[in-house]
């Protein structure tokens, strides 16, 4: 079987206009954090990955929260005087507030334009705007369009149902030879937006199918959820489980040509950020890491206090930072192919360095070995200093105490992690380390 | 009633001309270790704040020191040959040695010199000396002065008693809601001296004052002491109550118009080293802290080894570092009211400050609460970003485990205290936070 | 008795010239890691410092390693057509690649080369080289002549054995106060070479007799050892003692200009590393520390994971970073009298430095003790601050709590050792410290 070396054998040209096809695929679909939007979504999903779908009924109790009434749309529109539709739902699903209450009636224009959102600064974008926990309705239009309304009634009408239903969610667990986990968790509940965050959901489909086909020391669980409610309402019927969860990432914002952003977990040192970290300094590219800070996306729920998972987030330039963020400017031409497989690839060598990440306790730790008897001998230049293979051998020895990972020796060697690893490979075959049972 | 905080209701021009005022009255007095000067003093200082008067005998051991003969003085001069008073004791109490013994004699020029001390850098100044564990005699003058004595003898008279008596001292205690207390130290043993240290008794005083009024967490313990063996005498006697003391600071050096000087306690990341630092980082002015070393006033005492109190030391300039230190000029005109107000609301700031800074414990700690339904949540910026209330609330939830004091939280999340502060109130009247018992 | 202290009666410039004239004794040797070159340098050592002088049988099994056959040789040579011997080991005994195995024959210029080793970027210069683990043979010559070769065919002769027979080295053991030892390591495998090592067998040498004739709170052992082999055997046949071993130093590369390095033990952070650290600094000359790494000399073995014992490296230009490394230019030119001085007295240094550094216990811990009445009291600067020699006492009393060292305490107070200790003596006569147990 394959490893989760994303080297050996993967084409992320091609992956890449595959996922920025999917996503065009998911991209028409009106998705909110309840409703027949998800379960489209999870069913185009499906196709690409078998998923278990969760439906969790209204009502459900979660931690300090309640599962919410679900909303689905058929149409909404803003006619004017005329009886022309000078809002559509068809030609957009932004136009709609999220959970708009159904309505219909005619309004002076005065009331409607307390119902209308704009972006001033950017007035050819429409805004993206929801009101999930209070219930309203409005609508959302480019600036240009609010400032040349002149009639004085207008005729609003929400095909919309707000009422006891589900919260959906989809899972892909893949079994590997521990049962030992790395998450991966993705928001689905944002409608026609494509960095945030149809390129979370396309990488982390096409990061489950490589993997499902590759052997695995850790066992790997997806979940595609709605924001918020969505990791809450996980956590909360899943709180059994989550003493698997050995490491984690968020994935969000994977599309844009920005440079890679971890956001570190809450504990700031666990080995999900050093990896990652490890991963984007030896990428030759500029990327950037921060702290933990208690708002973002849903590892503020897997970091908050009482659970403090080991679980960070990868994005490409963060929420909030790119002007297109939350508008209709966050569309298919926003997203490049080139930069979705740039962000899956990273995905695959992150998760490629857990997987090879292991504790090694030395079998000879008195003195060297006799390594030429083992043919892992080589001499050293004309300066006395070993060659980097023996190097790599020399450290490994060193440090493999079992209390050092191989990432940790590598950092204090100031060697890259794949000639520690080679190093390791060596010594194995050697019978002189031995893998520390953790 | 009030809090501590300076900010509510308090005229701080009004009180650093007070405090100056306060001053003037003490500063005639000839005050030393032991004496008639230090209970003039401490009747001064009953006049503003009830006050218990201690009296310990001379003789009494107090750890490896042994209360001294109690020194009082009534008059001393030197006369010149036509019998005029050209050193006189009544012009300023600094011309004559603290603890001079008592002499009348006639004495020869050269002899008279082994006597007199000088500030040859400084010859229009007068130094102060002591000599408390050597019995001896002397006066100081300006330099100027010894330059022109030429006259061959002189009448010498110290009219001085050395004789059992006591050592006094004077203390306060307020009673807050715990009986842990916030120790304020003062030295009380220099003659007319005003930055070293009438300026320190006088804040204290003030700061004693106004803590009387306001409602306290904290008890707390104000000592008006003579030097080295003050705090010892006081240490030893009181040694059953030193497990009561969580945060001290000894005063000094605080009307001159210098930028303010933290010395750290002995343990250096004590939770009063880290209150005093981040109200200085926060003052908007120039400012040092500096670690501990083992000499400087009773903070040596204090966290000498075997006791190693939280004890800082609050100044301006501190002793030594400014030219009128120890001399008479180091008067009525070096010390100005707005630098002593300055020290006076920086201390009430510190003071609040300790007050305020609670241990909580998140009672939702599973996933962040819902914010909406307790009128807490603000709806995010359009760059995806909580207003600043709506951080603080969040970062204190995240980080509200019963081992992060709010100021610790403050640092982490790069808010300033009242920020974070204001965030913990919301979330207590919310029922989402518990006060860790500590 | 004396003490470690070198500066007490210690003629360094003789001692230098002393030491280069032993090397001078010692260069013809051909020394390799056994056999009858060992032996006679071990002799010749042994008429300055009494010396325990081990056989261990080759085929003894030490560790993973096995004591190795011995290896002798009488004569070597190259012969031409003439006849003449154009490659001669009585000229150098670096002409012959250590542990060939005896040989005659005649053989084609093409297979002579074969078998023939130069440095083409020091055309001069003869390199030095073993095979001790493969059986095979050699000849080390200046590449100028390799290039004159044109004969056809030479005779070839080496006169060798390689049978069993023993591993031989040379064990000092000085006896101290105390059982605790300091472990000095040098190498004794190379032929004439004279920085690397015999510039190191001499300062040891020259340490081993300063220490037997001065007062010692700790014993110690220094091992005269071909390297790897050597250090693995003595480990091995050792492993009771090694819990006495405190600290230890690797002795190599002493005569050189070059500035003194110092490579820390594995620990990083023992007092070995401490105390050669702090000698550097004060000495007043530009110096190196660098981290342990693992390879260099006989500390790999030290410091290999099982043992993880405080044994340094202290050398002055490190092996392979100067060009005559290795070479036959690493002769009696290259290495300078007042170098092996210097080297000598930073060991000194170092060793009073350990015997110096003691644990204190304050037996006054609460509150200063007073000064005066002990003749300690030395009066404040006008300015306030203690003289040096009081704030030295000041310091000790605030930080002698039996966790820090004389050392810590230096470090702590910005101020000398001697300083420091100079504190520690006045305290102790004055019955103020007590040394803690360690």
Redesign the interface.
Known sequence: MKSADPDSSFDSVEAGHEMHKFISELYPICRSITGNGVRQTLSLINKRIPLEIKEVPTGTKV???VVPKEWNISDAYVKNAKGERIIDFRKSNLHVVGYSIPMKKRVSLSELKQHLFT?PEHPAWV?YRNSY??EDWGFCVNHDQLIELSDEYYEVCIESSLKDGHLTYGEVHLQGDRDEEILISTHICHPSLCNDNLSGIAVAVFLAQYLSSVSRRYSYRFLFLPT?IG??TW??LNEAKLSHIKHGLVLACLGDTGAFTYKRS?RGNAEIDKVAEYVLKYSGRDYKVTDF???GYDE??Y?????NLPVGCFMRTP???FPE??TSADNLDFIKPGALAESLENCLKIIDLLEKNVWFV?Q???????L??RGL?RP?N?????PIE??GI??V?????GDHSLLDIADR?GMSFDEVSKAADDLMRAGLLKINKD
């Open positions: 931690f300090d929260w972006i805004p926990y209070k918020t990791s809450i956590l909360a809450r800070y208690p708002y503020r729920q970091c908050s206090l009482g659970f929420n909030g930072q963020y939350h030395n000879n730790p008195k003195c060297e070995p006799q030429g008897k001998y050293l004309t300066k006395g200093e070993p023996q190097l020399l450290w020895l060193n440090l493999a105490d060697a």
